[in-house]
């Protein structure tokens, strides 16, 4: 089975600065798109950041020119550094990635996968 583990976060002034990680393990063959998202106490889970396998990566408006993802595609690793850290920014973050496991010797399959959440407060 795979499983996503996040680490990083917790609490920090506005203006500072956090960094979250996310790595897959278990039977993984590849690591596909792999997304952060953010659900802030009260509200839906939105989409914050995604990366492509390629690299290519797209920002929600209100995190742009502030945070940063990125990928190692041969730790199966993504992280998002978070500068700048807004009141608004304060959340439970969550990894998100689409993988290829290795089913036996022969056979994969598709499938998408939640990290366990990791929470980000900041505040003064």
């Known amino acids: 089975q795979v499983q996503l583990v996040q680490s990083g976060g917790g609490l920090v002034q506005p203006g500072g600065s956090l960094r979250l990680s996310c790595a897959a393990s278990?039977?993984?063959?590849?690591?596909?798109?792999m997304d952060w998202y953010r659900q802030a106490p009260g509200k839906q889970r939105d989409l914050v950041a995604r990366?492509?396998?390629?690299?290519?990566?797209t920002y929600a408006g209100s995190v742009q020119d502030r945070f940063t993802i990125s990928r190692d595609n041969a730790k199966n690793t993504a992280d998002l550094q978070m500068n700048n850290l807004r009141p608004e920014d304060t959340g439970v973050y969550y990894c998100?990635?689409?993988?290829?496991?290795?089913?036996?010797?022969?056979?994969?399959?598709?499938?998408?996968?939640w990290g366990q959440g990791t929470p980000v407060t900041v505040s003064s």
């Open positions: 278990g039977r993984v063959i590849s690591v596909q798109t």
């Open positions: 990366i492509t396998r390629d690299g290519t990566t």
């Open positions: 998100y990635a689409g993988v290829w496991e290795s089913v036996d010797d022969a056979n994969r399959r598709y499938d998408t996968f």
